[in-house]
């Protein structure tokens, strides 16, 4: 199982190098072999070893460099700051000289462009700017201590099972883990000065406690590259007619989702009312990843990624630096 699931996540290759950037070397040496010199043929296999090289130790190599070149930000920037840079909002062009020497505010990359989370067109169900859907659940976990190591392997067997019949469908899932603290107190005035007391100190007493929060996220993509090109070109009512019927699948992949998950304690994240007002503790969560700080989301007609990601972050080669509106 464990094979099977590593070679899902390996990209399609030939003997060991993968075809996407194969075929694109191959193609540019093809091409200006035909329009110079049929001598630079002979670099193909030259090319070839040179990639199989490459990924021999770290398949993935060619796809960290993909998404090393889309988080680049921006050159300036980055070297002021001396680290990669996104800022949580656009600033424009200030007539102030010094200022903009100083700051470079409207040369900042920004992290809006990277946010993959537009609106909620269900519940439960987040629409990202590419038409892509997602839902997310928090597993709060089953008992496990009393049971058998049999039924523990017909768990993970089933759960296994599940994640393979999605095989073959546009369909992905996003496992996390956060680590956080919490406090847990049980104080309650009884009435006895005393005994109030002493619960008071106790408790006082009792640092902060760790755990560990689990959450999955899947996220399905009912529109390949071909039908988005073909949808640009549709009206408004059929792109329309064409989203609630991708939102229907998704429907019923979380509804199978559900029942299979049901075992674990699964919550599914979405929108909530307090007062007059909604939100969503399934954007409070994707705010969580980007910022590493819960706060509440509020849902309006504003798209997500213009309220999301209140915060600065710098990347270095080994180290990452987040700081928030509120000083941290």
Not at 25 to 32: A, L, M, R, S
Not at 264 to 273: D, E, V
Not at 277 to 291: C, D, H, I, M, N
């Amino acid at each position: 199982m464990a094979k099977l699931l590593k070679a899902m996540k390996r990209p399609a290759a030939l003997w060991g190098v993968p075809m996407v950037p194969l075929l694109a070397v191959t193609g540019v040496t093809i091409i200006v072999a035909i329009w110079t010199s049929p001598v630079l043929l002979a670099l193909l296999p030259v090319e070839f070893f040179l990639m199989k090289s490459l990924t021999r130790k770290e398949p993935m190599r060619f796809n960290l460099i993909a998404v090393w070149l889309r988080v680049r930000g921006s050159p300036i920037a980055n070297r002021l700051f001396g680290a990669t840079t996104f800022m949580p909002v656009e600033h424009e062009a200030v007539d102030i000289k010094e200022f903009i020497d100083a700051m470079k505010l409207n040369q900042c990359a920004t992290i809006k462009k990277y946010i993959p989370y537009s609106s909620h067109i269900h519940q439960h169900v987040v629409r990202s700017p590419k038409s892509d859907l997602y839902c997310t659940w928090e597993l709060m976990g089953t008992p496990f201590d009393c049971e058998s190591d049999e039924s523990l392997q017909f768990g993970t067997n089933q759960l296994h099972g599940l994640i393979r019949s999605f095989e073959g469908m546009p369909v992905t899932f996003y496992i996390h883990n956060d680590r956080n603290t919490f406090t847990d107190n049980l104080h309650k005035d009884s009435g006895n000065p005393y005994a109030d007391e002493v619960s008071r100190l106790y408790y006082a007493s009792v640092g902060l406690f760790r755990r560990n929060r689990l959450f999955l996220t899947v996220c399905y993509r009912p529109f390949v590259s071909l039908e988005k090109a073909e949808r640009k070109r549709m009206k408004d009512s059929q792109k329309l007619k064409e989203l609630d019927g991708a939102l229907l699948e998704m429907l019923e992949i979380k509804s199978t989702l559900d029942t299979a998950l049901s075992r674990y304690g699964a919550r599914p994240l979405g929108t909530f009312t307090e007062g007059s007002a909604v939100f969503s503790s399934q954007l409070a969560f994707y705010e969580y990843l980007l910022t590493h700080q819960w706060r509440k989301v509020r849902v309006t007609r504003t798209p997500a990624y213009d309220v999301m990601g209140a915060a600065a972050l710098f990347f270095s080669a080994e180290s990452g630096q987040i700081n928030h509106a509120n000083g941290t």
